[in-house]
């Protein structure tokens, strides 16, 4: 359904952080030829590397977990920006990919994808525009995107009437929290914003959205109780605008759902209307997971899913930023060669996992529970340890870190490897 | 001197976050001439842009700066990873091109600058092996990086003892502070690491380093003195290692500083030695400046430069991201389309400046004093506003930042606007 081929043909060469520095440019197709050994030093350093085996565990986990419940998957994209992992997940059965802005639906559609969420608000006179080319270049485009004022509703109706239109936008009315993100804060706001779009020449109403990932703290009882509070709220809303005829399409769409809590989403959100209805979950951290604030949530959703979850291998992070021991100037303290450019530091810092000495080890070494990354800088990382437990100059450290978004985004190209660290293709990004 | 070329005629297309979503892909040197309008709505928000005439300005004053001085200036090029804007303050006189890693110091390479100091320890095979070959490729590159200790030239001079070498690596002798980050703590460390690199077979000493930047508060008196310890420090080991012939050029190098307090080291790091002394600088942030930390950073530096320099306008914030009011969904609240995606955050939020609304304004008005960003999400931002001075949904927001280095890594193309916020060119980074 994707085609990959512009970017599969594409050169990658030094410029780009993480090739190897005196390698030939090369097609992303004739990387994995090239048996590049992280370990071995063949690719500078620091690095951010996808685990094969982690990554493909992870999309078989969420294609059963969401057949399991019955709900949908439109994984979102903007976690990795990557078309070949937004291709994966569709292979896994995903219904769709969500993304955050159109420059984001505007690469969907490039590389093929036809079910787009866009989990944000629609304005702008670029925005719109494209929006509606892409509509009309391609017929077979189902597109959805967040509506939660009646002002935006008035902006994208001034922007979309001279423009020739030959099927309406269609989009989901968004319902927030009080003290929260976007979304209408009550029932009566949210039916207001529906009816307003239900008699709209612009925009049809394809259903209903909320999200409830900010909310989620891992208090699992606590996460339960706003979680279907906010279900409730949705389905209080669904069934008003269901009974007055203000849903347009064949189907009804209910979306939510982030990484941290989809379990309870997809046990709570379904619900019956007057048509079908569509479930999607929009869960985008899943795919690589991560060492750090998911892999403290999935134990919740583990916990709440039944015994044959919690037996079950859950999620593994598969996102590993590897640098070098380039100084220990004091006792307690070495220095690495990865810093806020490289490596996730907005919710944690990253997690030291895995100690490679060049000469001296044959594999990755677990790290002595004492390592810790203290701080970060632009281009270097501090690293903690206890005196008997110290690393050397040149030894190679192997980080998990926590949120894959915000690692993603710092590199142009991140490596796939084998459970030996040696490179088998390359994942581009488009941020 | 430098080539960008490639950089000229490499092509954009909407793959590339900012460009109009519906434009033709176009080389970089077309972009101009498209008189694109950020305030009519041509390119899609987020969008990061530099303004033309504060960039100029701020080579200008740099370049004044530096000349009064008598220092050199090998600008950071980590902040801004921008070969075209290399060139420009290559073409202000700067002596050289700071960079952080060997990747960095390659780009550098490609494009033409001759001389480059890595403010970094070299070690890896992949990366000992570049350094070399670019030194052997390229006669006329003068590169110098950092060594803080003898298990670093160890591990340098056994990478490089298989390889051909018409000359030697030159490594500046890093001295650091406890508590600090990199570089040799005391006298006795750096005296010996420079008696070892004397030594060396592979490596030649070649000067000196340290960095006072992570030790500035903005307190001057306090600043002064921390930076005068160090500065006298390096003094210390600089004699000694004159004394015994250690230095091995026809000139010595001493570089320091940051974009925080560059006049201190301006003032108290030059010398006199046996052979020429090259006092070099490193600030990079100077560039595009910024609207927090460096700009409260610079009223220390005027007040501590004279009274020309406290009546001449300062540094300007050159860099800004704009986005649009997505939604006002309660009082006091509004959600913009930016995130940690798109603009520092790890020093403080970004700092909203200018409000533009479409349709009403003619040109960019300043924002209320009660207009904050309070926090940021990956692709939204939270402004909080007192209740009479609301923005409206699709207002567009002018946010400065605070610290350009970790907002340039969040573009891979960022336009260059006039003051009319009409674009004028893309400067492409290479991260």
Request: glycine share 8%; with cysteine.
């Amino acid at each position: 359904m994707m085609n990959l081929d512009p970017i599969l043909s594409e050169m990658l060469d030094p410029a780009t952080k993480g090739y190897p520095l005196s390698s030939r440019a090369l097609p992303i197709s004739a990387i994995a030829a090239q048996r590049w050994s992280v370990l071995a030093g063949d690719l500078p350093l620091p690095l951010a590397v996808i685990r094969d085996s982690a990554l493909a565990h992870n999309h078989a986990w969420m294609r059963d977990f969401t057949a399991s419940t019955g709900v949908l998957l439109a994984p979102h994209g903007k976690t990795t920006m990557a078309p070949q992992i937004f291709a994966q997940q569709l292979a896994a059965g995903a219904w769709g990919i969500t993304v955050a802005n159109v420059q984001q639906l505007g690469l969907c559609v490039r590389f093929g994808v036809r079910r787009v969420i866009m989990a944000n608000q629609l304005l702008g006179a670029a925005e719109v525009g494209a929006v509606i080319r892409l509509q009309e270049e391609h017929p077979d485009l189902e597109f959805h995107f967040l509506i939660d004022s009646q002002a935006q509703l008035v902006s994208i109706e001034k922007l979309a009437a001279p423009r020739k239109m030959s099927r309406k936008l269609t989009a989901l009315v968004e319902l927030g929290v009080p003290g929260g993100r976007t979304g209408a804060r009550t029932y009566d706001e949210a039916f207001a914003v529906a009816r307003a779009v239900a008699a709209s020449r612009s925009v049809a109403l394809s259903g209903l959205e909320c999200y409830e990932g900010l909310q989620i703290k891992g208090d699992s009882d606590r996460d339960q109780a706003m979680v279907a509070g906010l279900m409730q709220r949705v389905h209080d809303v669904a069934l008003a605008c269901d009974r007055e005829g203000f849903f347009a399409g064949p189907s009804i769409i209910l979306s939510a759902g982030g990484s941290a809590a989809f379990d309870i989403v997809a046990r709570d959100l379904p619900m019956n209307l007057s048509k079908p209805v569509l479930t999607i979950l929009r869960s985008g951290c899943y795919v690589t997971h991560d060492s750090g604030f998911y892999n403290r949530m999935l134990e919740g959703v583990k916990a709440r899913s039944g015994a044959a979850w919690q037996s079950r291998p859950g999620l593994q992070p598969a996102l590993e930023v590897w640098s070098r021991v380039q100084s220990c100037p004091e006792p307690g303290l070495a220095i690495l060669t990865m810093g806020k450019r490289d490596a996730s530091f907005d919710l944690e810092m990253p997690i030291a996992r895995k100690r490679y000495r060049p000469g001296t080890d044959t594999t990755p070494q677990s790290v002595p529970a004492s390592w810790k990354i203290a701080n970060m800088n632009d281009q270097h990382a501090y690293l903690r340890f206890s005196a008997e437990e110290a690393p050397q100059v040149g030894d190679l450290v192997g980080c998990g870190i926590s949120h894959p978004c915000t690692t993603f985004d710092k590199w142009r190209a991140l490596f796939t490897v084998d459970d030996e660290y040696r490179v088998t293709g390359a994942i581009r990004t488009f941020f």
